[in-house]
C-alpha cells in the first residue's frame, strides 16, 4: 500500500514545496513508492508558484520544485493523506484545531523524524538567501529520518 504524504507550512511556498521536493527525489532515490502533496494554512498564495528563492535553492541541489503549485489545506486531505507532516509548531496546532475529530491521518511535526535538535523548520521569507540553504539542510535531514520511520514501519 502507498503511503501518502502531506507538508504543510504557512503559504506554500517555501517550506512545504522543498519538502514535497525534497522527500519525493530522495524516496526515488530507495525505490519507494509515495504519494506526496504541500498546502498551506493560509490562503493568500494559492495557485502561485514556490518563492523564486527556494525554486533556486531547490535547483542548486537538484530539486525541481518549480511546477508546484501553492494551495489550502482542505477538510478531505485528513482523510486522503496517511501523514500531515507540519513544518512547524503552529502549523501543527492549526491543523490540529481545524482536523475532524475523525480523521485518519497522523499529524505530526516534519523534524520530529529527523536527528538533531530542532523541531521546527524556520521560515526562510523574511530572511537573507543563506536561510533557504539552512531550511534544505534541516529538510534533508527530515526526509531521510522520515523514509527510515516508513521503511521500519513496513517491516
Avoid at 14 to 21: K, L, V
Avoid at 32 to 47: C, D, P, Q, R, Y
Avoid at 123 to 133: I, L, Q, R, S, T
Wanted: hydrophobic share 35%.
Amino acid at each position: 500500500m502507498t503511503k501518502s504524504i502531506l507538508f504543510v507550512c504557512l503559504g506554500n511556498i517555501c517550506r512545504s514545496p522543498a519538502a514535497e521536493g525534497v522527500l519525493r527525489a530522495k524516496s526515488r532515490e530507495r525505490d519507494m513508492k509515495l504519494f506526496i502533496e504541500s498546502a498551506g494554512t493560509g490562503a493568500w498564495h494559492v495557485g502561485d508558484p514556490p518563492d523564486a528563492r527556494m525554486i533556486k535553492a531547490a535547483a542548486q541541489r537538484g530539486y525541481d520544485i518549480s511546477h508546484q503549485r501553492a494551495r489550502k489545506v482542505e477538510l478531505s486531505d485528513f482523510h486522503t493523506f496517511d501523514y500531515l507532516l507540519a513544518m512547524d509548531l503552529a502549523n501543527q496546532t492549526d491543523l490540529l484545531s481545524i482536523g475532524p475529530p475523525k480523521r485518519t491521518c497522523d499529524i505530526r511535526l516534519f523534524l520530529d523524524f529527523a536527528e538533531g535538535e530542532e523541531r521546527e523548520t524556520p521560515d526562510p521569507y523574511y530572511g537573507g538567501v543563506d536561510g533557504f540553504a539552512q531550511v534544505l539542510d534541516l529538510i534533508e535531514k527530515g526526509a531521510e529520518g522520515f523514509l527510515d520511520h516508513l521503511e521500519d514501519e513496513s517491516e
